[in-house]
């Protein structure tokens, strides 16, 4: 699976020096960088997380099913559906595909991909399930362990600012974060990312 195609096994963990940073415009400037590190990670692994189960139970995968994982990393995965509203629902079926090879609609998916095995192959295009205010921890290293966390958590470094549904139009989130809103246009959604801070 592509975690929703969503990171590493690492943890991304930011301590802010010991001295004041609203003085020190150096410390600024690094707080802006690893920030565009972190979206461009979080950005890289979202358009492109497949996973390959060779043979799992036949999971029965429908547009607006969520799913967890289980286990595993970015080439193997075990994944399962779950309530929506849980803290491990980080991702929700946009769209299901029956061909493999067939493109989700938007290099925005993570991408979910059973091949192999007597199961029927297919493909799962994921969004974020997410909503306003969360907060979730998006690994530097490896993929397959982002995942929601408290905003207070140390391992946080990613927080959802807006959630925009029925909407597909990065320009929702507004000029400042549009270049990192995730836009999903099957079903509409548009979900505006940004630093734990904001």
């Known amino acids: 699976m592509t975690t929703p195609t969503v990171p590493p096994a690492g943890n991304a963990h930011v301590t802010p ?5 609203d003085t020190d415009p150096s410390a600024k400037t690094m707080k802006i960088i690893i920030f565009g590190v972190l979206i461009a990670i979080f950005g890289g692994v979202a358009a492109f997380i497949v996973v ?3 043979n799992p139970p036949a999971p029965e995968y429908s547009a607006g099913d969520c799913i967890q994982v289980v286990e595993g990393g970015r080439f193997d995965a075990e994944v399962e559906k779950v309530d929506c509203g849980e803290q491990a629902a980080l991702y929700e079926v946009g769209v299901y595909l029956d061909d493999t090879d067939g493109p989700c609609p938007a290099d925005s998916y993570s991408e979910y991909q059973q091949t192999g095995g007597k199961q029927q192959e297919y493909k799962l295009c994921l969004m974020l399930n997410a909503t306003e205010g969360d907060c979730l921890s998006v690994p530097m290293i490896s993929a397959g362990e982002e995942k929601k966390v408290a905003c207070d958590s140390d391992e946080a470094n990613v ?18 974060a549009a270049e990192d809103a995730r836009v999903y246009p099957q079903p509409k959604r548009t979900v505006c990312i940004g630093p734990v801070g904001a």
Do not use: M
């Open 52 to 54: 390959k189960v060779l």
């Open 159 to 176: 927080k959802i600012t807006r959630v925009v549904d029925g909407t597909a139009d990065e320009n929702a989130c507004g000029a400042e």
């Open 17 to 21: 020096p010991a001295h004041d940073q």
